[in-house]
């Protein structure tokens, strides 16, 4: 997951409780049901993405990926 400025034609619009997140089209299968949220552990902070077919998370803090 990365952070960007703009939305190109590629790109969903997501708006959740006032939070606003971007995702290719591409993706978008890959993310279906999913839980993102914001989470602080002792080495900092980041975004946690949960899926239905994933028992972890991914994209923590310290450069965690998803398996």
Same mark, same amino acid.
């Given at each position: 997951?990365?952070?960007? #400025?703009? /939305?190109? $034609? $590629? %790109? &969903?619009?997501?708006?959740?409780?006032?939070? !606003?997140?971007?995702? %290719? /089209? /591409?993706?978008?299968?890959?993310?279906?049901?999913?839980?993102? %949220? =914001?989470? #602080?552990? /002792?080495?900092? *902070?980041? =975004? $946690? &993405?949960?899926?239905?077919?994933?028992?972890?998370? @991914? *994209? %923590?803090? @310290?450069?965690?990926?998803? !398996?």
């Amino acid at each position: 997951m990365t952070l960007d #400025e703009s /939305k190109t $034609e $590629e %790109d &969903i619009l997501d708006v959740q409780y006032g939070v !606003s997140m971007i995702t %290719d /089209k /591409k993706l978008t299968s890959y993310l279906e049901g999913a839980t993102v %949220d =914001f989470v #602080e552990s /002792k080495h900092g *902070g980041g =975004f $946690e &993405i949960r899926t239905q077919n994933s028992g972890g998370g @991914c *994209g %923590d803090s @310290c450069g965690g990926s998803c !398996s």
